[in-house]
């Protein structure tokens, strides 16, 4: 059974620099983009963006770009996401999933799933 | 506002069947295929039904799927208490390059 192993809970203050990680097998790291998606607390699923391990592809949602940012860690198999100050409005649930594509390589479906990170930020 | 609608909440009787629906535009459900996944209070997304109308081995044939232009719809037969859960639809949207979710569905049996 594939598993992604996602890095434990964070508790920062706004302002603070962030990272969570997302590990994979070595075989889904060599076929798979990884994607990220966000629970804030009683709201539904808010896709972040996606990343090929190889760095072919790194689409991040637009409302994010410039505050958050998605990289990879081939030696290690790990996908991490970033930020370099966060705020109260980060506070989620944050999941990393294994992307599959269509023929045209766009987003099929997520499977499996990470255990979910919890960012909790405080003011 | 999500760019594909759910019914906030469904409910039937253990063994009965529900239906949820997932309405989006030919920008997105019109054109490219539909998953849906199932989450239990407390858990992570479990992928349900992947290209539209695939069922996942790990997955019981009470659950089923169908698109249909723009939209698409979940069926749970049987339904059981262990089927108390929010089901997401999600879809690539092609105007904005970004994975689209449905707002959720609770399903809750009676």
């Known amino acids: 059974e594939v598993q992604l192993v996602q890095s434990g809970a964070e508790v920062k203050k706004s302002g603070e620099s962030l990272r969570i990680s997302c590990k994979a097998p070595a075989d889904t790291f060599a076929s798979f983009r990884i994607s990220w998606v966000r629970q804030r607390p009683g709201q539904g699923l808010e896709w972040l963006g996606t990343?090929?391990?190889?760095?072919?592809?790194?689409n991040l949602r637009p409302s994010l770009r410039g505050s958050v940012t998605m990289s990879v860690d081939k030696s290690i198999n790990t996908v991490y996401l970033e930020w370099t100050s966060v705020k109260s409005s980060d506070t989620a649930m944050y999941f990393c999933a294994r992307t599959h594509l269509t023929y045209y390589e766009l987003f099929n479906w997520f499977d499996p799933w990470g255990q979910g990170t919890q960012v909790t930020v405080s003011s | 506002q999500s760019m594909l609608t759910q019914p906030p909440s469904v409910s039937a009787a253990s063994g009965q069947k529900v239906t949820i629906s997932c309405s989006g535009s030919?920008?997105?459900?019109?054109?490219?295929?539909v998953s849906w996944y199932q989450q239990v209070p407390g858990t992570g997304p479990k992928l349900l039904i992947y290209d539209n109308d695939k069922v996942p081995s790990a997955i019981p044939d009470r659950f089923s799927a169908s698109k249909s232009g723009t939209s698409a719809t979940l069926v749970i037969t049987g339904l059981q208490t262990g089927d108390e859960a929010t089901y997401f639809c999600?879809?690539?949207?092609?105007?904005?390059?970004?994975?689209?979710f449905g707002g959720g569905t609770e399903v809750t049996v009676l």
């Open positions: 990343i090929d391990p190889s760095g072919s592809y790194n």
């Open positions: 030919s920008s997105n459900i019109g054109d490219n295929p």
């Open positions: 999600a879809t690539w949207e092609a105007s904005l390059s970004l994975v689209v």
